[in-house]
């Protein structure tokens, strides 16, 4: 069954070395900026995703004020670090959009983590795609249309491979049902990252 229109899946794009180099990267920006647990608008109820972002701006959310994005980390109150030179070039190579991305959502799986089925529209500039990133354990990802009631197909995510959602794909129904536990060896405590970088505002 093919992708919708705009929804494309590169598997492998990163090879294990730039795999590597960008966990190398990653642990940097988890020191200066420490991953915590985000909280769903309204009901705080905890995800099961822990995250911290690099950029610009970084996607947030808690209880009382909900989805956003923010220069600082809500814990520390610091700005977040850069996006690695790695994820600007990969951004380049795919994006089709000829301005930066502002932000990378960092987000990492535990074996039992998951993601509901949501669309990525806390951005202004909707031309920009999502460009996407897995590494670490393997998972299963579910993409559908633009309305939530549409029907979905799911497929599994490996580590180095590359999502985007562009075009008409950029507002797809998407989530992660589950993770593939021990299917990696990336990560030495397992798990699953996922890169996930954005422009937010529309250039001036
Ligand atoms: O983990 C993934 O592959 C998707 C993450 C995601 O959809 C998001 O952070 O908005
Ligand atoms: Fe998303």
């Not at 996607?59 to 610091?78: L, S």
Request: aromatic residues 6%.
């Amino acid at each position: 069954m093919s992708l919708p229109s705009g929804v494309r899946h590169i598997p492998g794009h990163l090879d294990r070395p730039e795999q590597e180099k960008l966990v190398g990267a990653l642990r940097e920006i988890v020191r200066a900026a420490p991953l915590y647990t985000p909280a769903m608008p309204s009901t705080g109820k905890e995800m099961s995703v822990r995250m911290t972002n690099c950029g610009t701006l970084g996607w947030v959310t808690d209880k009382e004020r909900g989805y956003r994005y923010q220069a600082t980390h809500p814990v520390t109150g610091e700005r977040w670090p850069p996006i690695p030179e790695m994820l600007l070039t990969l951004w380049r190579e795919l994006s089709d959009y000829p301005h930066p991305p502002e932000a990378c959502l960092v987000n990492f799986y535990s074996d039992t983590a998951k993601m509901g089925l949501h669309q990525d529209r806390d951005e202004a500039d909707l031309d920009a795609p999502v460009v996407s990133v897995s590494l670490g354990d393997a998972c299963l990802f579910r993409v559908g249309g633009t309305t939530r009631s549409g029907s979905t197909q799911s497929l599994r995510l490996e580590s180095g491979d590359v999502v985007v959602l562009g075009g008409a794909g950029r507002l797809c129904f998407h989530g992660v049902d589950r993770i593939y536990p021990g299917t990696s060896d990336l990560l030495p405590k397992g798990g699953r990252i996922n890169l996930t970088l954005r422009r937010v505002t529309r250039p001036v």
